[in-house]
């Protein structure tokens, strides 16, 4: 990938991270904000794999467990979203992309990297929740990312194909 795309796909990332913690923030629904930075490492895995998904999983991760108003240990969400890319990458392997495998992968990237997320934070006691508050948070969040599914993923998913038509899963 040249550094032409790769500044790209910084950018999607670096947007979606900034409309996450700055505009979303203020539409949360008990706590909880549209992942936006799932979505696009969701969208990076269904057009380029998982390998492609898992690096920029990482990175996006990083950069969501260093920005603020940031509560938590950092690496969290660079866990989860390596995840997130690797099982989405997989999943894209073995269906065929319809808007209903495409919205079931959603909800499965973000019931699957909420739960990493969430589970990381229990065994961390950081911060210390019970269970029942973290099954709200991760229902929560699923619906949050599926209502947002239709005007994020079509445009990262387009962005990721013209970065390189070539790479792109057929």
């Known amino acids: 990938m040249t550094s032409v795309r790769a500044l790209l796909a910084v950018a999607a990332v670096s947007l979606a ?15 909880v904000v549209p992942n936006l930075v799932l979505l696009v490492v969701v969208g990076a895995a269904l057009v380029r794999g998982s390998q492609f998904a898992m690096l920029l999983g990482f990175a996006a991760g990083v950069l969501l467990d260093l920005a603020p108003p940031a509560d938590h240990v950092a690496g ?25 495998a ?48 239709p005007f994020v993923l079509p445009l990262v998913m ?11 899963m057929p």
Request: proline share 5%.
């Open 17 to 31: 991270l900034v409309l996450q913690v700055s505009v979303f923030s203020h539409v949360s629904w008990q706590g």
């Open 76 to 100: 969290r969400w660079a866990l989860a979203l390596v995840v997130v890319g690797y099982v989405a990458g997989r999943v894209a392997l073995d269906i065929k992309p319809t808007v209903t």
């Open 158 to 168: 387009m962005l990721f194909q013209q970065l390189e038509p070539e790479r792109a």
């Open 102 to 149: 495409a919205l079931a992968t959603v909800a499965a990237s973000s019931f699957l990297g909420t739960s990493v997320f969430a589970l990381s934070g229990l065994l961390l006691r950081d911060p210390p929740l019970t269970v029942p508050d973290l099954l709200q948070v991760i229902g929560i969040s699923v619906v949050w990312d599926l209502v947002l599914t």
